[in-house]
């Protein structure tokens, strides 16, 4: 069997032939350690000016990792390229075959000799296993020639590699020279807690090592003839060796775990650690002094390794290995918004697909040093002192349960940062970046120094789609709503993406009021909490929006006749969890309400109740202040004569004093008070007036200019004026009180108490609560601040301002000629409601089925209209259908909960679809692209899926049925396709 391998040279000879060249121009010359007193200088023949012979393999990192040198180089036609060092895979095990990487689509030569023995194109990540051929008997050198391409014209490097004696080294293994505790981290890397050693391939069958008295029995298997070149062997330990230093012991904290090397033995790992062998040999409950290479020796306690290392995967190809990282990738990408194609990437680069002695070991992926849970695995690597010399020092890198806590871990590390920059690594974060690539770019000279580090990861996501694992992007949103279905799953991700998991029901929080926090950008999935709690992932089908608006004051609850409820009324799984005849006349405290000001959320007593109708407050009534004028009146915490009613205070302690008065009985004949803030309790309202007056409620219009509004009746006893009816003139104003012989009337306007009028100043002004949505067809009207020609009524607007908006009514006139409106959530006027008559409102959905229509501010051809966009930009796509021309020959459509515009009903067509996410290749001709689901009344055809073959696609939505697909590419919607093309 023959093992190919690397020619050996220093590594600082390597960087300093490298800087030579840099700065003369000239070829490069290395001295061949051969033995320890000759050197031969070997000339290398290169068509590359100033292109320097790579370091040997045994004191350079491995193809994979992230330290890898590139140069530059300019050929005859004076063509910019960047060129990867070409490095084979140390201890390849096979019959005249040969691996490595270099660069990316380049073609490899090896030759014996003047003969080729072998030639391959690398793949797109630079990957090359090459069979060998007739191979000479007795060769020992190997030239590998690496050309741009096939056509074999640019050289870009060429290494000679020596082939070792198979016999000698199979007759009893050593310890893989590759491993991080035999080649040396490359000095360039900056000084980070990711800073590892090289990967290395599988170990085989273990050597023994014993004590130095038994030393002679090991065949020694390094002694060859001073002509043969012999792999480089790390540095053995030895008594003269110095202990472990006090910096090494304070980076690490907790268990040690020391991976045995070739020469080591129980007393050299003892005096290294400063211990014994007999607390070695308890710690790791060793019977003999025989101890074997790779074995795991704990030096400052009890060995608990068997019981810390869970990960007992092994993978026959490097596929296998990044297909099994993606199930953790694209889960925890998502939880921290990183990419998972770049963490699977970072992981394979760094640890040779899972091949490293800290990988394999350490289930450490991205070379994190410290300890994880107390426990660290000890490496030996080198350092270069500031005079160029090579010092061994113990690396203690943090060993892991499994690949998933290492993964957490690096996650972690990159939305955290390092200790004196919490942002170090923003620029990998999804929602700093438009892809995966400016995360690699950003990593570049920030992770890792190697100036092509971000094109070694991308050629790996390339070659292997990793995008596949890193979902939909999210963006983060917060708002509450309510779990309005039973048919979705929750799920540990979008449903449909690769590793979503089922979690539970979303029918186990019907009803519930949750908050969501993340959506996709598409808006088509949510994550949601609830009670604090977070669940995972919904479909956004399932929930219904629930908008309030927080709010603090209080007022008594005055009305029986009212639930309250978990939710506000009629909401999607609201609960009924009581009746406000329980809390008659108690104050409540309202802590929210509906944003359209009819539920609000209470308190009584400090506990929430749950949502109650505002009319149980007599919400009509507003707050104002007033000042008690007589005693004698008890003040008592329900209305006088109220069950379970006692006295609580007298209004002599307040006479002469301004309160405010938050609530009324229903009966009008009593008032809940506050003084300074504090609530008070109920008191007769007869205690504020020097006259006579009833209690009334009803909606009224200042229909005259020449009349005051004075704090108590015109000509009452101490009666001040306060401000002019010409004010408020074509108001609309609260009535609340009248005198007894209905000369007088108190007002408020706009929740404001404004005081007393001369009923003459008045005009009643009746209105019906209502709540539709139509869209304003028809521009000849006005909208005015009262119902047209009412008293004191101005023009706010011309419809034609509003013309094709939807607008939702709020109330109505008595005679129900006059609306009055709100657009896009603003209170408007009112508009006669005529202007509505060439619409109808509706609500389905349909898909936008037809090619090149308009979609325009108006029914086409309506005088005004304006076109907007065509339906090309959302062929396939699925709409909200909430208004008609009254012929049915327009429609007006919304998208997400945003109106689009009017359409011409032949561009749309019944749809019935399901969302879904998740990526696919177009393997098929011969099947058309079409803009609804093929056989759907009104699909067109748009394109042939030849013209996409073998490109991976998007698929955002499903028919029903199964059959068909919507797809998209880098974005942009193409069209729906049979799934038996994917």
Request: with cysteine; proline share 4%.
């Amino acid at each position: 069997m023959k093992i190919v391998q690397r020619k050996y040279t220093r590594a600082y000879v390597a960087l300093s032939g490298l800087a030579a060249s840099l700065l003369a121009g000239n070829n490069i010359a290395f001295a061949d350690e051969t033995d320890a007193t000759t050197a031969g200088v070997a000339p290398i023949e290169t068509t590359i000016p100033a292109f320097p012979v790579q370091p040997s393999a045994d004191l350079m990192p491995t193809a994979d990792s992230a330290q890898e040198e590139t140069a530059a180089y300019t050929d005859a036609s004076k063509e910019s390229i960047v060129v990867t060092a070409t490095v084979l895979d140390a201890g390849i095990y096979g019959t005249n075959q040969i691996s490595g990487t270099t660069q990316p689509n380049a073609y490899v030569v090896v030759c014996a000799g003047e003969s080729k023995v072998g030639e391959q194109t690398a793949d797109e990540a630079g990957i090359f296993t090459l069979a060998l051929a007739n191979v000479p008997e007795g060769t020992t050198v190997l030239q590998v020639k690496v050309y741009k391409d096939a056509t074999q014209t640019f050289l870009l490097t060429e290494s000679e590699w020596q082939v070792p004696v198979a016999e000698a080294v199979e007759a009893v293994p050593t310890v893989d020279e590759e491993g991080p505790q035999a080649s040396p981290t490359d000095p360039t890397l900056p000084i980070l807690e990711n800073d590892v050693a090289s990967p290395t391939v599988e170990e085989k069958q273990p050597e023994l090592v014993t004590e130095d008295n038994q030393a002679e029995q090991i065949p020694d298997t390094e002694k060859e003839s001073s002509d043969t070149e012999q792999p480089v062997q790390a540095p053995l330990m030895t008594s003269a060796t110095p202990s472990v230093t006090l910096a090494a012991v304070t980076e690490a904290k907790g268990t040690w775990y020391y991976y045995v090397q070739s020469g080591d033995t129980l007393q050299k790992i003892a005096t290294h650690y400063n211990t014994d062998v007999a607390s070695l040999t308890r710690w790791n409950n060793l019977t003999s002094t025989l101890i074997n290479i790779g074995q795991l020796l704990s030096v400052n306690g009890t060995n608990a390794y068997a019981e810390i290392d869970k990960e007992t995967r092994a993978f026959a190809t490097k596929a296998e290995f990044v297909n099994y990282l993606g199930q953790y990738a694209t889960e925890i990408g998502n939880d921290y918004n990183l990419y998972a194609s770049v963490m699977i990437a970072q992981a394979s680069l760094e640890t040779a697909y899972g091949t490293s002695k800290l990988g394999t070991v350490g289930n450490n992926l991205f070379g994190i040093k410290g300890s994880y849970a107390g426990n660290s695995i000890v490496m030996r690597t080198w350092e270069e002192e500031s005079d160029g010399s090579i010092i061994w020092i113990d690396a203690f890198f943090r060993l892991y349960p499994s690949y998933y806590e290492s993964m957490i871990d690096y996650a972690e590390k990159l939305r955290n940062g390092v200790s004196w920059d919490a942002n170090y690594y923003k620029g990998t974060w999804k929602e700093n970046t438009t892809s995966y690539q400016d995360a690699t770019l950003y990593l570049t000279g920030r992770y890792a120094t190697d100036s092509s580090y971000y094109v070694k990861l991308n050629a790996i996501i390339s070659a292997y789609d990793l995008t596949k694992f890193d979902g939909p992007k999210t963006v983060a949103v917060n708002y509450n709503a309510i779990v309005s279905s039973t048919n979705f799953s929750i799920d540990s991700l979008p449903w449909g993406t690769i590793g979503y998991k089922y979690l539970e029901p979303c029918s186990n929080y019907y009803g519930k009021e949750i908050v969501v926090t993340k959506q996709t950008v598409d808006g088509q999935f949510a994550f949601i909490s609830c009670a604090g709690k977070e669940l995972g992932w919904v479909d956004m089908d399932a929930l219904k929006t629930f908008s309030t608006v927080k709010a603090s004051y209080t007022l008594p609850i005055m009305n029986s006749g009212y639930s309250i409820d978990s939710l506000p009324w009629g909401e999607p799984g609201y609960v009924h969890v009581g009746d406000t005849a329980s809390y008659y006349g108690k104050l409540a405290k309202v802590v929210r309400e509906t944003a359209n000001g009819i539920y609000a959320e209470i308190s009584v007593d400090g506990v929430k109740l749950g949502w109650i109708d505002k009319r149980a407050f007599n919400a009509a009534f507003p707050s104002y202040n007033a000042v008690v004028r007589k005693g004698n009146y008890s003040i008592d915490n329900l209305p006088w004569g109220a069950s379970g009613y006692r006295m609580l205070d007298t209004s002599s302690s307040y006479v002469g004093k301004t309160v405010t008065v938050i609530g009324k009985s229903a009966d009008g004949a009593y008032l809940c008070l506050a003084y300074t803030g504090l609530p008070l309790g109920w008191v007769d309202y007869r205690a504020f007036e020097s006259f006579d007056a009833t209690v009334v409620s009803y909606t009224a219009i200042v229909s005259d200019t020449n009349f005051s509004i004075d704090s108590q009746p015109w000509g009452e006893a101490g009666y001040v004026y306060l401000d002019a009816s010409s004010n408020y003139y074509g108001k609309e104003v609260l009535v609340t009180r009248k005198t007894a012989n209905g000369a007088y009337a108190y007002i408020s306007f706009a929740g404001k108490p404004l005081g007393w009028i001369d009923i003459r100043g008045l005009q009643n002004f009746s209105t019906v609560a209502v709540n539709y949505s139509l869209p304003i067809m028809n521009g000849v009207y006005s909208i005015d601040s009262l119902p047209w020609g009412e008293p004191g009524y101005t023009k706010i607007a011309d419809a034609a301002a509003y013309f094709g908006k939807l607008a939702t009514v709020l109330r109505e006139s008595l005679n129900g000629a006059y609306a009055e409106v709100a657009i896009d959530g603003q209170r408007i006027g009112w508009i006669d409601k005529r202007a509505f008559n060439n619409a109808r409102q509706v609500s389905y959905y349909a898909g936008v089925s037809g090619q090149n229509y308009s979609i325009d501010s108006l029914p086409w051809g309506t005088a005004g209209y304006q076109y907007l966009e065509s339906t090309n930009n959302y062929l396939g796509s699925l709409v909200k259908v909430v208004a008609e021309s009254i012929d049915g020959n327009y429609k007006l459509i919304q998208l997400n909960g945003r109106n689009l515009g009017w359409v011409d009903s032949r561009a749309l067509a019944a749809l019935n679809t399901k969302a879904v996410n998740y990526t696919a290749t177009i393997r098929s001709v011969g099947f058309s692209i079409d803009s609804l689901p093929w056989g759907t009344p009104g699909f067109t055809m748009l394109g042939l899926t030849s013209s996409y073959l073998n490109t991976t696609v998007q698929v955002i939505q499903e028919s029903v049925d199964g059959y068909y697909a919507l797809v998209t590419l880098n974005g942009k919607t193409l069209g729906w396709v049979d799934k038996r093309c994917l």
